[in-house]
């Protein structure tokens, strides 16, 4: 009697496993929408480090493992490109105003230096993804070039604590 309410209790297990994933299958879309930056961001070479160390999270290039399809790995993935995209998606790079690419591009290094980006479990399953200190300081030296003189904002030349999510907020 024990036994069978063991397999029992295991088959209910497995195909309530099942039913989350596929769920959660049902609700991620692999797709991409079709559009893509074609020109320079920063520097060609800057360039290289944001598509292997942020792409995936943050274009509409997102290459998806083969872990992405198991039932938690899934979910979470499909959640953090999310979040990428609509934070910052370099595929729609070509429609923010000078002054926007240099707001997204001065948060990204904050976030860099904070070592917020790339995420820690990005960074566990893709160590190609590790930025090394050579690559922040091309990335940085790459924004400075590419933006050189801000354009006024607040205070100083610098922006208002809040403006950039402000900004955001209204183009969502």
């Given amino acids: 009697m024990q036994r069978s309410l063991v397999k029992v209790g295991a088959i209910v297990l497995v195909v309530g496993l099942l039913g989350v994933w596929a ?24 360039d290289q480090v944001l598509r292997r160390a942020c792409f995936d999270c943050h274009s509409n290039e997102t290459r998806y493992p083969a872990y992405s399809y198991l039932p938690v790995a899934s979910l979470l993935l499909a959640n953090n490109v999310r979040e990428g995209r609509r934070e910052l998606n370099f595929s729609e790079w070509g429609r923010l105003t000078a002054t926007d690419k240099a707001d997204a591009i001065e948060d990204s290094l904050e976030q860099i230096q904070k070592g917020g980006m790339p995420t820690w479990d990005y960074v566990f399953l ?16 790459s924004a400075r070039q590419a933006f050189g003189a801000r354009p006024e904002q607040g205070k100083g030349g610098k922006r208002e604590k809040g403006e950039r999510e402000d900004k955001g907020k209204e183009r969502r």
């Fill in 126 to 141: 893709h160590p190609e993804a590790r930025l090394t200190a050579a690559d922040r300081t091309l990335l940085e030296q």
């Fill in 23 to 46: 769920a959660g299958e049902a609700l991620i879309s692999r797709t991409h929408p079709a559009e893509r930056y074609a020109g320079v961001i920063l520097s060609p070479a800057a």
